[in-house]
């Protein structure tokens, strides 16, 4: 779901606003982004409470640093960046965890996969990506961040971000053609 120009230079206006003080303007940012940032984590962590505290650490984050965002207009690659980076710990977190305690087990299934096979597949290929993988994959593709944005959110060079959604994509492409042949 890309983010149209409105979109963004609405965001942009409202970060503005929020830096200047505007406590309703920080409502309304939250209003819009808090779902969105829920569905990303929740595509890179699972359906479970792992997701919703991510978002929770993330946005506490956002607001102890948006006085320090000096170009607005970022503010879409700047809160992915923070929620990657998350959600990255949570990943390493987990996969440490699981890796001390308990043999290897697959991801709970979403509840929607039932109703929904082929977001079922996909969610399954997601998640046997890299952790870098796989947050370069949904923020360029699901969350509709440029390339550029993308690498921001990141912390890493354009050419890198390129290189790893390339790499997503044919993983991916390998994994659902398996499921599929």
């Known amino acids: 779901m890309a983010l149209s120009e409105t979109d963004r230079v609405y965001d942009a206006l409202l970060v503005t606003l929020v830096r200047a003080g505007d406590a309703r303007a920080a409502e309304r940012l939250a209003a819009r982004w808090q779902p969105r940032l829920l569905r990303a984590a929740r595509r890179m962590l699972g359906e479970g409470e792992e997701a919703r505290e991510a978002v929770q650490e993330a946005w506490g984050g956002i607001c102890r640093g948006w006085v320090r965002l000096s170009e607005p207009e970022m503010f879409p690659a700047w ?3 923070i929620l990657s980076r998350k959600c990255a710990d949570r990943i390493r977190g987990l996969s ?3 890796a001390r305690f308990a043999p290897a087990e697959a991801a709970p299934e979403p509840s929607e996969a039932a109703r929904a096979p082929l977001r079922h597949e996909l969610l399954a290929a997601l998640g046997q990506l ?3 993988h796989r947050i370069a994959a949904i923020l360029y593709f699901s969350e ?3 390339l550029a944005e993308t690498a921001a959110a990141t912390g890493v060079p354009v050419g890198t971000a390129k290189s790893r959604l390339f790499h997503a994509r044919q993983h991916l492409k390998d994994l659902l053609e398996g499921d599929l042949t």
């Open 79 to 81: 809160a992915y960046g």
């Open 144 to 146: 509709g961040l440029t």
């Open 96 to 98: 440490a965890r699981r």
């Open 130 to 132: 890299s952790a870098e």
